[in-house]
């Protein structure tokens, strides 16, 4: 990515940027400043959406999502999937956004998604402007069963092609144990 796309995009996702990110980090995990100053190594053809973020992102700098050291070891499990191969530096993003979506269960923020209109509009509406400032896509990832289904039910988005990998937030070691598999890289 060159310097004038990487700010247009910054500049584009405004406040709501905290709540995408980008598949690098340091070996502080956390360092989103790091994104800056490596903006080279970024690319759009591959986009993967989660369903919300584990705690509220607003007024947080830009690209804090999945650079949340507090969720254990999630951090750790994406950086050594991603890192070193065609993923890395690929955007990362939730399907649901704002204060009021943050949960650590799909269920509750499910519940929320469902009974919110207002809430549930502003997500969309902010996604598609994702989407449109990120450009062609070649494929998207879920992250789960509950995002695909989410993300079917909004039109705009529905012609990306996608695919459902295992949540990294999966039991034990079963996230690197299948996504490299379902991902189709082998381990670094």
């Given at each position: 990515m060159?310097?004038?796309?990487?700010?247009?995009?910054?500049?584009?996702?405004?406040?709501?940027?905290?709540?995408?990110?980008?598949?690098l980090?340091?070996?502080?995990l956390?360092?989103?400043a790091f994104?800056?100053?490596s903006?080279?190594k970024?690319?759009?053809?591959?986009?993967?959406?989660?369903?919300?973020?584990?705690?509220?992102?607003?007024?947080?700098?830009?690209?804090?999502?999945?650079?949340?050291?507090?969720?254990g070891?999630?951090?750790?499990?994406?950086?050594r999937?991603?890192?070193?191969?065609?993923?890395?530096?690929s955007?990362?993003t939730?399907?649901?956004?704002?204060?009021?979506?943050t949960?650590?269960g799909?269920a509750?923020?499910l519940?929320?998604?469902?009974?919110?209109?207002?809430?549930?509009?502003?997500?969309?509406?902010?996604?598609?402007?994702?989407?449109?400032?990120?450009?062609?896509?070649?494929?998207?990832?879920?992250f789960g069963?509950?995002?695909?289904c989410?993300?079917?039910?909004?039109p705009?988005?529905?012609?990306?092609?996608?695919?459902?990998?295992?949540?990294?937030?999966?039991?034990?070691?079963?996230?690197?144990?299948?996504?490299?598999?379902?991902?189709?890289?082998e381990?670094?």
């Amino acid at each position: 990515m060159d310097a004038e796309r990487y700010k247009t995009l910054k500049k584009t996702l405004g406040a709501w940027g905290a709540w995408g990110s980008w598949a690098l980090w340091d070996k502080d995990l956390n360092n989103t400043a790091f994104i800056d100053a490596s903006y080279r190594k970024l690319k759009t053809d591959y986009v993967f959406v989660g369903l919300n973020a584990s705690k509220n992102l607003a007024g947080e700098p830009a690209w804090t999502n999945y650079h949340l050291t507090h969720r254990g070891s999630s951090e750790k499990k994406l950086s050594r999937v991603f890192t070193g191969t065609k993923f890395e530096g690929s955007y990362m993003t939730d399907i649901m956004k704002g204060k009021d979506f943050t949960s650590t269960g799909s269920a509750a923020a499910l519940e929320k998604w469902k009974n919110n209109e207002a809430l549930r509009n502003e997500s969309i509406k902010f996604l598609q402007k994702e989407f449109k400032a990120l450009g062609k896509v070649k494929m998207v990832y879920f992250f789960g069963k509950a995002v695909c289904c989410l993300w079917h039910g909004i039109p705009e988005l529905r012609s990306c092609p996608a695919k459902i990998i295992t949540h990294f937030a999966a039991f034990g070691n079963a996230f690197e144990k299948n996504v490299y598999g379902e991902l189709g890289i082998e381990k670094p």
